[in-house]
């Protein structure tokens, strides 16, 4: 019994040798570091993928195994880049003003920064003067702990008002949604200090960091890749044990479990709040490979294409939630970009453009109807079948 | 014998209907005891209320040695306090195994912290293994919980109750849908925990109740009816007249 | 008097010096001509004022012509007359005097005056008074609106003299209310104006307000004591309405007291000081912080290079020796306090109507949750099934509607006919899908939730791939356009008025379809309990099958309804989706009077938001959705909650 935890779950051990794999050949290929088969772009691509993976993961554990079908994760997904950005843009402004003032005649003085800083960055919303939030917005070490700790608290105050009231079933997923709808009306306010619609944007570029954007793009890469490593890890240990069957106990019969004695909300509470933590690491990751950030990111669909993926993919199993994270996303982009063949059937030409998401849409309805176990039950099938047949 | 759970004035309504009337009701520790009635006698709201699952909107629910209130405690706290409630059908985890079962049930810290740091020591699966043998279930403990028989997810369900060390233990129809040598095994069980604890048993069966051969409460209307040996209590006429029909 | 006094200038100024008769039209003209010729909004006052002011009933005739382009000049001898054109492309010009025909010319011997638009419009006030008294009833309206919309003091002795011959009572209202507010800014006489104001006071009129603002005008004034005039308040420096920065430059811009040295002049003074790296021996590259900077120029200032700083000593002391007054334009004190009651008198009345205003609005918008949300009521309140397509039906109905307007181009027949087409379309819609999906996912309300989003999607691209993604017009008929006008405050929309009853309707048509018909009886009874009542030889399938059609196909009307005010796009569905479910959890799960009360509430509340922070709607939404989530701590089952032992699992 006192194996250890990867030994006791292969398929732990399985994905964390894959992803290294994968990471290694993407390095391999790419132009940063390797053989310029990928473009930075598509780098870029799949170190985004990476981070909406391991979002993915969190809300397997919350939905898949505590069985709390949350429409609302995209919120701490979108407010861990918020926070990132915030130090991003602040740092980025801060050397390009000192570089544009210290041209002048007369050495430029703080107060002559700050407003110059001010300007920059809150001239499209008409203002020149920094919100209170942006207080701590020079501090990296600061802005990487809201990263954490704002979702964090988020999901605390949020889960505690919504599980504490015995909210559940849909009625607690269309309060979720209503959270993250909340969230992005409020940050679409130009008074919310965080820029309106225009959002945070050109986070692209490492403050300090004079390296081209092809071996900027890796290091994200490495770090989405090492993110999603350690968060299957943190996860598929959390699971495990004991905590994963009282939380899988919640999950199909929550009264049964609070009269073992177990406070279902503190249990609940936890899990949402960790899956927030992870989420806001994982926007963390995802914003500067994508370079902006703006209010429409945290809109209800979001998090709504994020049960999807994990649906898709299979809940109830962390590697079905990487699977169909992966693939629906992948698969997404390569339609939406234009690069899917376009059917000429005559009378009609089926522009995948338009098309994808009626068949999204629709491939969704079905895997609901027909595959409630998602892409993963065909590898738990191939994977049982292996091992009859090697009985 | 001291007093354990002594509930007394309580009454419940549902928008006017009087499910609990005024219901006084003692278990002494170590007291097996039956309660029967007819359908609609608050048997199952009267476990509701000792549970924490409804407030009673009077009356006083008084627990153990320090006569603590049970009001206003949250349905888990009411089970760490050593109340522990088996339902009428059987509600196991079906996807789990029913060491996984057990172990969730084993009486141990339950704060979430602790729970994601244990790991079962091996007198915890030496508890289990001696559990698995009290309900005859010790060679299905690796088994998935749902793969079970309706009489097996019966003991297995008893016997997580039996792991949680409840001093009050309260047993709602264990009988339902059992074969007769089924029956007499859940007997045997349920009079062997009554030895240690107090063991309430809601049920409708008779026959069963007679085989526990203890004490009996019969409730109608919401409120005790009779109180005493099942002979007593079939003697009596206001029992006859609910049973039979006036 | 003054009039009397131009006319007679006039009489002496006719240059043939025919003295012995009153002047003609003609000899106006001809004494103005040079003034009409080169006409200018500038110069053409005059010229203008000295034709009205002869008081020939001719002179109507005269300015209609020339500001309709209408009047011409005879080359040989500069006469005016007015002219019209023959067919062989000559001219006949008439005599303004009598109108008669005087003579027929060429086009080359005379030449058309085109006044320019000031002008004209200058021609136009000109003309009011003639209008004021004119036979036809239009003419004396617009004269009327032409005097609201530009009065001046020189219209109100006509507007006056026009009431007592005015046979038309509601013209007439109007000229009175119109020389009241005349009255009160242009009358010299202070009683009277006292008197008009107290007249009208509290009325709730715009043009009122708008009257009484600038009467009430100021100017604010610097001065070291209390100054001459009509003083509205003394304004205290460090208040709101006066901070020091400003009061400061008040106090400049009035000559009393140095100007500041901003950091911007201080910097530019540095700089041009700068002496081999340093500046008044700082050197450059210590001057990064602004106290450095001040002590340099200080040094500066000592050697005589720059005029003093003014500190912060220098200006709290020049304030001190001064006092800041609002001085009313208006010299009379009894006309400003006058005004200042009576605005005040208004102001209270104007918000009680914009109480009142508010209160309809919130019951619009709550008309329209509700609206929104009572298809839902049905598919999730009474049957429990979650569908995320709900707001995708909404925009199916409103898309109907649209397309029906493309065929029927007469808006009321094509809004009746939609109604039912709408209805007709969603229900089928909603038929299909509790067929092929719904009926396979009962009691898995999280996997409704998700195959009903996929579904969502799909006819929303669908939507998008069919009708583009730019905004689709459905437009009421044209007796569903304009307000009902309570009074200048108070108004409601005729459309919202029409939503109001249409969601009555609805409300009548659940209540009637679920407690006296065959089908709610059914419907109840097979949500209570299927198996019961599929013994009773009630088919399930069948039930909930009509039952989801009726709750899409009302969804498909609300639809229809709300294209008509909101735009009808591919995504409007997503705008309700999350405010009907919120309509219909707040209110309470399964009742209809819940929802009518979550619609109330969640409606006023947002209005009352709205009311609060005017500026900002977005703002609005998310304090409604804080507001919900706290909402449900105290009510968790919603506004109406069933009670009971079946509402505790």
Known sequence: MNRSFVVRNPSVLIFLVLLSLFTLVVTILSEGFGVGLLSTSFVKVLGKTLCLCLIAIAMDLIWGYAGILSLGHFAFFGLGGYMIGMWLMYERTRQIVENALSEGVLPPTPEEISTGIGNQIFGVVGSSDFPLIWAFADSLVLQLAFVVLVPGLLALVFGWLAFRSRVTGVYLSILTQAMTLGLSLYLFQNASGLRGNNGLSGLQNLPGVTAPQSVVSLWFFWASALALGLGYLLVAWVVSGKFGSVIRGIRDNEARVRFLGYSVETYKLAVFTLTACISGIAGALYYPQAGIINPAEVAPIASIYLAVWVAIGGRGRLYGAVIGTAFVSLVSSWFTGGQAPDIDLGFYAIKWVDWWLVLLGLSFVLVTLYAPGGISSFVDKLAGKTMEADR | MSTLLEVSGVTVSFDGFRAINNLSFQIAKAELRAVIGPNGAGKTTFMDIVTGKTRPDTGQILWGDKSVSLIGMSEARIAQAGIGRKFQKPTVFEEQTVQENLLMALRKDRGPLAVLFFRPSRADLDRIAELAAQIGLTDTLPRVSGELSHGQKQWLEIGMLLAQEPQLLLVDEPAAGMTPAEREKTTAILVEAAKTRAVVVVEHDMEFVRRLNCKVTVLHEGAVLAEGSLDHVTKNQDVIDVYLGR | MKSLLLAMCLVLSLPNGALAQSPTVQDLLQSQRALIEKSSRRTIGPAIDALVASGLPQMQNVLEAWQAKGMWQRKGDGFFFAARKNDDGTFILQDFEDGADVATVSSAEIKQLKPNSGVRAMIATALVRFQLTDTDITKRADALDSISRDPEAALLAPLRASIEGETDPDILARKVRLERLMTMAYDTDVPSRVAAINDMSGDLGVDFRATLNPILSTSRVVSPTAPDGNIAREVIVGSDALTHSAAYALLVAAGGAPVEITADARDTTLEAHIDGGRIAGFPVAQLSSEAV???????????????????????????????????????????????????????????????????????????????????????????????????EFIMMGAYTGFVVQQYVPNHTASILLAVPLAFAVTFGAGVTLERLVVRRLYHRPLETLLATFGVSIALQQLAKNIFGTQARPLTSPSWLDGAWVINDVVAISYIRIAIFILALLFLALFLFIMKRTRLGLETRAVTQNPRMAASMGINPDRVNMLTFGLGSGIAGIAGVAIGLFAKVTSEMGSDYIVQSFMTVVVGGVGNIWGTLAGAAMIGGFQKGVEWLNPSNTLAAQTYMIIFIIIFIQFRPRGIIALKGRAAGD
């Open chain 3, 293 to 391: 900077r001040d002590q340099a120029y200080d040094a500066l200032v000592t050697r005589g290079l720059a005029p003093p700083r003014v500190t912060q000593t220098d200006i709290d002391a020049s304030l001190a020796s001064y006092r800041f007054f609002d001085v009313y334009d208006d010299p009379s004190p009894a006309v400003t306090s006058a005004a200042e009651a009576a605005l005040a008198a208004s102001e209270t009345r104007v918000a009680f109507g914009q109480a009142a205003d508010l209160g309809l609005d919130a019951l619009s918008l709550a008309s329209i949750y509700f609206l929104a949300a009572i298809g839902l009521a049905i598919t999730f309140g009474v049957m429990g099934v979650i569908n995320m397509a709900h707001g």
